[in-house]
């Protein structure tokens, strides 16, 4: 049966997450020819619209309204429920980032409905829909059908392959207004801590350091590996919790979930926690000079030895490697 999904789109720094064509391409999969609707609240501009009919969406909803310019729960949920209830979907599909883990599970009790959310996977079998998404801090994986009710799922960045883009799909943009009242919160202003370089969160490279790492001034080499890879660093919560980096690099169960193409932890034991974050990366290189280290045990390829003679070495080849 062909089905309606509703999807959110999201913005970061003015323009669409990738994140926000993943969640197409797995709308498409459970519409089952159906349509993909793409809601995409805030204050927008024309072409970002586009993109999302030229990733996959049938249709675009735009929702203007000056109190969506910023997130807020009260403002995004009070925004969806209108637009939930006014296309009454089959299913309705976020990124599983920071925003959607806070509103889904608040519209989901609104419409009192079930919710699956960090899904990795999505197949048809038959009629069903099954979500894969995983457990126990990623040791163990299961799949999910939805027997009656709403397909609603949040979805892990970087683990469904968006769509081709294609510039010669066409589809309806429309505004609607919505009723937002009653805020509990009002944001005035988003202070944003200036980062350089490439975003953790949609990285293909990621070059993570641990306690091993020994200092603020260890990280300068890893940031020199990242750079001669077009990456970026993350850090394990040993690393933040010495001083030697910022908590907006953690990675793992209670910071960043990351899967890049290419992971290299360096000086990080591998805990529990730290491998719920990274262990989806395709390929993981450890280094490490403990080789009993627990990372080992997850790693695609292991470096026996100290970061601080083996990274820079890694710098050296492969800045040879792009000069060629
Ligand atoms: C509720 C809870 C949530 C948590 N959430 C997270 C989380 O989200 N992310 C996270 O990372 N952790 C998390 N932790 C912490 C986690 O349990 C570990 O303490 C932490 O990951 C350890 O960090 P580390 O591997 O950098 O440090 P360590 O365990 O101290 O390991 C350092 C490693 O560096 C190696 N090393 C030292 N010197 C060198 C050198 N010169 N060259 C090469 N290798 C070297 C050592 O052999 C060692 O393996 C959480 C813990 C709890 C209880």
Do not use: W
């Amino acid at each position: 049966m062909m089905k309606k999904i509703v999807t959110v789109a999201e913005i970061k720094n003015g323009e669409l997450r990738n994140i926000s064509f993943e969640t197409i391409a797995a709308a498409k999969i459970a519409a089952n020819g159906g349509e993909v609707v793409s809601v995409l609240l805030g204050e927008q501009e024309k072409g970002i619209t586009d993109a999302l009919i030229q990733y996959g969406a049938d249709r675009v909803i735009i929702v203007n309204h000056p109190q969506l310019a910023l997130y807020t729960t009260d403002a995004y949920q009070q925004a969806l429920l209108q637009i939930i209830e006014l296309e009454n979907p089959d299913g309705i599909f976020m990124g599983h980032t920071g925003n959607a883990k806070d509103v889904a599970p608040r519209i989901a009790m609104k419409l009192q409905s079930g919710l699956v959310s960090d899904v990795i996977a999505i197949e048809k079998n038959g009629e069903d829909v099954l979500f894969t998404r995983p457990i126990y801090s990623g040791k163990a994986f299961e799949k999910k059908k939805i027997n009656n009710g709403l397909l609603f799922a949040t979805i892990r960045p970087n683990n469904i392959a968006s769509l081709e883009k294609d510039e010669s799909r066409s589809g309806e943009v429309t505004s609607i207004n919505v009723e937002i009242k009653d805020l509990r919160t009002i944001i005035k202003e988003v202070v944003r801590k200036t980062t350089s370089g490439v975003d953790l969160s949609e990285a293909k490279i990621i070059v993570s350091g641990g306690r091993g790492v020994k200092s603020k001034e260890g990280f300068k080499v890893l940031q020199e590996l990242a750079d001669a890879l077009g990456g970026a660093v993350g850090a394990s919560r040993g690393a933040c919790d010495a001083d030697y980096c910022d908590y907006s690099m953690q990675i793992g169960q209670t910071g960043k979930v990351v899967t890049p193409d290419l992971y290299i932890a360096c000086g990080i034991s591998g805990a529990i926690q730290h491998v719920a974050g990274m262990s989806n990366s395709k390929v993981i290189v450890a280094i490490n000079k403990d080789p009993e280290a627990n990372i080992f045990s997850i790693a695609d390829y292991g470096i026996v030895g100290d970061l601080f003679e083996v990274v820079p070495l890694l710098v050296e080849e492969f800045k040879l490697v792009a000069l060629h």
